[in-house]
């Protein structure tokens, strides 16, 4: 598995987190990428920003998505 390409930040207790979550290691695993997680509630700035958009999806380090996740278009990011 490569270095990771998708970030996936939110936070426990999350319904749309624990959503996001099983697209995003479905689709990683599909094409062949890592994946991390960060929980929010570690990073204050992180938590400041993002407080009212959780789960969101970062492609390579840029936003791609929040609240819910397209497998279709997560693909499509990865260039899959």
């Known amino acids: 598995?490569?270095?990771?390409r998708i970030t996936?930040?939110?936070k426990p207790g999350?319904?749309?987190c624990d959503e996001a979550r099983a697209v995003i290691a479905t689709v990683a695993a599909e094409v062949g990428v890592?994946?991390?997680e960060i929980n929010i509630?570690?990073?204050p700035e992180l938590l400041a920003?993002?407080?009212e958009q959780i789960p969101v999806t970062?492609?390579?380090g840029s936003q791609h998505d929040f609240w819910r996740v397209s497998p279709d278009r997560l693909?499509?990011?990865l260039g899959s």
């Open 1 to 4: 598995m490569s270095a990771a």
């Open 8 to 10: 996936l930040l939110g």
């Open 14 to 16: 999350c319904h749309l």
């Open 34 to 36: 890592g994946w991390e």
């Open 41 to 43: 509630l570690d990073d």
């Open 49 to 51: 920003r993002y407080r």
């Open 58 to 60: 970062l492609v390579d």
């Open 75 to 77: 693909r499509s990011a």
